[in-house]
């Protein structure tokens, strides 16, 4: 004999409040999606233009030598690579919005469940991508730390 736990058969309904606040959050959320790909146009723009910046900085001062135009390679490849790491959270967040606008107009929840997926998809890479970048910074904390013993005992 199966036993069943009370929550798989609870259905939620929203009040009509709760409604207004989802959609208002999904327009905020569409609003900032919009934004945000105006900033990984920006970045990609940006990256474009990196080789040619560094290797017209390396024209006017010979002491960067050959590593102007070089650097401005690097340069661009970081900002794609920003720009990548970018697109992402601003997807979900755009479909969570997309998403929560067609769930509330139709009154479909299973269109609800998926945009709560996609906001659920949003927030956890945003939380690894903070767990990396104060992974980092610790490490560039601990090496600053190596090397300021190192240089002070030469």
Request: glycine share 4%.
């Given at each position: 004999m199966e036993e069943h736990s009370v929550t798989e058969h609870f259905e939620m309904?929203?009040?009509?409040?709760?409604?207004?606040?989802?959609?208002?959050?999904a327009k905020w959320a569409y609003f900032?999606?919009?934004?945000?790909?105006i900033g990984i146009g920006l970045i990609i723009f940006a990256?474009?233009?990196?080789?040619?910046?560094?290797?017209?900085?390396?024209?006017?001062?010979?002491?960067?030598g050959m590593m102007g135009s070089s650097f401005g390679i690097v340069m661009?490849?970081?900002?794609?690579l920003i720009a990548v790491l970018y697109f992402f959270p601003v997807y979900y967040l755009n479909k969570f919005a997309s998403n929560a606008k067609l769930?509330?107009?139709n009154n479909d929840s299973d269109v609800l469940t998926t945009s709560l997926e996609y906001l659920k998809s949003h927030y956890k890479y945003i939380g690894i991508m903070t767990?990396?970048?104060?992974s980092l910074y610790l490490f560039m904390f601990v090496g600053m730390i190596v090397a300021g013993i190192a240089s002070s005992t030469l």
């Open positions: 309904k929203l009040s009509t409040t709760a409604k207004e606040f989802l959609q208002e959050t900032l999606s919009i934004l945000g790909y990256a474009l233009f990196a080789g040619t910046l560094f290797s017209a900085m390396a024209k006017m001062n010979p002491a960067m661009a490849f970081i900002y794609f769930a509330l107009k767990l990396v970048v104060f």
